[in-house]
């Protein structure tokens, strides 16, 4: 960046998937990489921030000059997020949250046996949505993974969650690629983002997050 666009705010992101154990060695988790949260975690240091990464387990190196709090599951990246946000002047939820966790979690490892074993689930916190509600919000980007119908789902996500920046993208285009393609939805309507690398499509985000604040 010429200007640093976000000298003196300091930022908050989640990325990564969440992973909900099943048992000790058994857990449900998503195909997200991390990639496109990091991306943004660099664009937003490079911008001039102060930037605080709430990351699920990925395979990435930590990117430097950030602060990078690990988390598993989306209980952890809740509190960890709760615990953070009073300091941050903005918040990107780019984590892939689990929408549901193991109600019967089992403190060892099931062993196979006669019966089926029975999963059952509860629901978790929304972390965006819970944020973005807070008396004193950060200004909230959000982002909607869909597999059809985008731009509808991504404009009522928008709507329902109150976010002022949603960053919608096609799941099955964006999650585990290097690349992506997305579209930014505000107040003012669409606007449309050439396919470009995550670093590049993290840049523009970036930029158009500057002119919104
Ligand atoms: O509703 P959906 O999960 O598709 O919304 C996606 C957006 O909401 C993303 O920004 C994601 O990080 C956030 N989210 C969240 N907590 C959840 C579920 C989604 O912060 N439990």
């Known amino acids: 960046?010429?200007?640093?666009?976000?000298?003196?705010?300091?930022?908050?992101?989640?990325?990564?998937?969440?992973?909900?154990?099943?048992?000790?060695?058994?857990?449900?988790?998503?195909?997200?990489?991390?990639?496109?949260?990091?991306?943004?975690?660099?664009?937003?240091?490079?911008?001039?921030?102060e930037v605080t990464l709430v990351s699920g387990p990925t395979a990435l190196a930590a990117p430097l000059g950030v602060r990078l709090l690990p988390v598993q599951s989306a209980g952890e990246m809740y509190q960890a997020v709760l615990s953070e946000v009073g300091r941050s002047q903005v918040f990107i939820s780019v984590a892939a949250v689990a929408d549901y966790r193991v109600k019967n979690r089992s403190e060892h490892k099931i062993k196979k046996g006669d019966a089926l074993p029975v999963i059952e689930l509860e629901e978790n916190p929304d972390i965006l949505a819970t944020v973005a509600s807070l008396p004193a919000a950060p200004f909230c980007v959000g982002f909607a993974a869909e597999s059809q119908n985008l731009l509808q789902f991504a404009d009522s996500k928008r709507r329902k969650k109150k976010v002022p920046l949603l960053v919608a993208n096609l799941a099955q285009q964006a999650m585990g690629s290097d690349d992506n393609e997305v579209t930014l939805l505000d107040d003012a309507g669409q606007h449309p983002l050439p396919a470009m690398a995550k670093a590049e499509v993290a840049r523009a985000i970036v930029a158009h997050l500057a002119r919104l604040l």
């Open 1 to 49: 960046f010429d200007e640093k666009v976000l000298a003196g705010k300091r930022v908050l992101l989640t990325a990564g998937p969440t992973y909900e154990a099943i048992d000790t060695v058994r857990g449900i988790t998503n195909i997200s990489s991390g990639k496109m949260g990091y991306a943004l975690a660099r664009a937003c240091r490079d911008a001039g921030a």
